[in-house]
């Protein structure tokens, strides 16, 4: 009985370890985004073209990015 008491607190430990890794991915994954984005709203576009660019450029990272994720 207490080594099935000693491999829940070790699965326990370990799930809380991975959501906390898992948590901390998620943060920077958002905070590289943002500061792209971040970058575009603090731009003053000549038109409509040049932001449509940055947008696009912006939207090429991310599906690279999701590209290189899927190769593994």
């Known amino acids: 009985m207490a080594e099935m008491e000693q491999q829940a607190v ?4 370990i799930q809380v370890r991975f959501d906390r890794k898992l948590k901390e ?3 920077s994954l958002l905070e590289y ?3 792209h ?5 603090a731009m003053k576009p000549e038109g ?3 932001l449509q660019l ?12 999701i590209r290189m994720l899927k190769r593994g």
Do not use: Y
């Open 48 to 50: 409509i073209a040049a």
């Open 37 to 41: 984005l971040d970058r575009v709203g």
């Open 54 to 65: 940055q947008v696009r450029n912006i939207s090429e990272m991310m599906a690279n990015r």
């Open 10 to 13: 070790l699965l326990k430990e």
């Open 33 to 35: 985004w943002k500061e």
């Open 25 to 27: 991915n998620e943060i």
